[in-house]
């Protein structure tokens, strides 16, 4: 997750315009990048050496906590005189007849939730590994491996992930310059249906869910295993007892 007011700060020397979840850096004619608080950056006709030091500078200095590198992917903006209003959504590219604004905002915000879903499907993964050899050692065992510390750890990181996942992934909703315009209204959703974006949305939330049903079978479990420990502590101080007021009667 990316703090608007910080993000600012990586693009030195570019035209900004910001609202509350995203900022957009204009360099020149059709040349533009666009930033979002959940996470992702569309560089549209930008030179690479900008964009490598505009992503070296938001690795420093605003994306220090992420997991792993950053996640990258191209795909292609053509422009063409005479291209319909609305665009022309292709299998790799989509063609417009110009890089104004709205069309900018409609591209940028799309491509940007196609990596983003890329990048937390790569968390997913990495989680649903790790509960998978937790659950081998379960079945193999009979208990949970490692301390109540580490597992209770474990359970925090994936619930973390998984708020970032749902907030960042909350933006799905269709910009506002789509309830505008027919013409933006239509890129959107060709666009949106040629990038798979609700298909993936869902396969992610699949193993949302699949991953908060394993945890809560985990909790479960290390409190039963956690109720077990207390009750036969009780017992024992129990016969503890018991045993002291023999003694002391005799």
Same mark, same amino acid.
């Given at each position: 997750?990316?703090?608007?007011?910080?993000?600012?700060?990586?693009?030195?020397?570019?035209?900004?315009?910001?609202?509350? &979840?995203?900022? +957009?850096?204009? @360099?020149?004619?059709?040349?533009?990048?666009?930033?979002?608080?959940?996470?992702?950056? %569309?560089?549209?006709?930008?030179?690479?050496? $900008?964009?490598?030091?505009?992503?070296?500078?938001?690795?420093?200095? %605003?994306?220090?906590?992420?997991?792993?590198?950053?996640?990258?992917?191209?795909?292609? +903006?053509?422009?063409?005189?005479?291209?319909?209003?609305?665009?022309?959504?292709?299998?790799?590219?989509?063609?417009?007849?110009?890089?104004?604004?709205?069309? %900018?905002?409609?591209?940028?915000?799309?491509?940007?939730?196609?990596?983003?879903?890329?990048?937390?499907?790569?968390? /997913?993964?990495?989680?649903?590994?790790?509960?998978?050899?937790?659950?081998?050692?379960?079945?193999?065992?009979?208990?949970?491996?490692?301390?109540?510390?580490?597992?209770?750890?474990?359970?925090?990181?994936?619930?973390? &992930?998984?708020?970032?996942?749902?907030? =960042?992934?909350?933006?799905?909703?269709?910009?506002? %310059?789509?309830?505008?315009?027919?013409?933006?209204?239509? /890129? @959107?959703?060709?666009?949106?249906?040629?990038? $798979?974006?609700?298909?993936?949305?869902?396969?992610?939330?699949?193993?949302?869910?699949?991953?908060?049903?394993?945890?809560?079978?985990?909790?479960?479990?290390?409190?039963?295993?956690?109720?077990?420990? /207390? $009750?036969?502590?009780?017992?024992?101080?129990?016969?503890?007892?018991?045993?002291? =007021?023999?003694?002391?009667?005799?």
């Amino acid at each position: 997750m990316f703090k608007i007011r910080d993000l600012a700060r990586c693009f030195a020397g570019a035209k900004l315009r910001q609202t509350k &979840t995203e900022i +957009v850096a204009e @360099y020149g004619p059709d040349r533009v990048a666009v930033g979002f608080d959940f996470g992702a950056v %569309v560089f549209i006709n930008v030179p690479d050496e $900008e964009r490598a030091r505009v992503v070296g500078a938001i690795v420093k200095d %605003v994306a220090r906590t992420e997991p792993h590198p950053p996640l990258e992917e191209d795909f292609q +903006v053509e422009l063409r005189d005479g291209a319909p209003a609305h665009g022309e959504v292709r299998f790799d590219r989509v063609v417009v007849p110009s890089l104004d604004a709205p069309t %900018v905002d409609v591209i940028a915000l799309l491509l940007a939730q196609s990596v983003a879903i890329d990048y937390y499907e790569e968390d /997913l993964t990495e989680i649903l590994a790790h509960l998978d050899r937790r659950t081998d050692a379960l079945a193999q065992r009979g208990r949970i491996p490692g301390s109540s510390r580490d597992l209770i750890r474990f359970v925090g990181s994936a619930i973390s &992930t998984k708020n970032q996942i749902i907030a =960042a992934l909350a933006v799905l909703d269709k910009p506002a %310059v789509t309830w505008e315009s027919e013409a933006f209204d239509r /890129l @959107y959703r060709d666009l949106r249906a040629m990038l $798979e974006i609700e298909e993936r949305f869902r396969a992610l939330e699949y193993k949302l869910r699949a991953i908060q049903d394993t945890l809560e079978i985990f909790l479960d479990l290390h409190n039963t295993r956690r109720s077990l420990f /207390l $009750e036969s502590a009780i017992v024992i101080l129990i016969v503890i007892e018991l045993v002291l =007021a023999v003694v002391k009667s005799v």
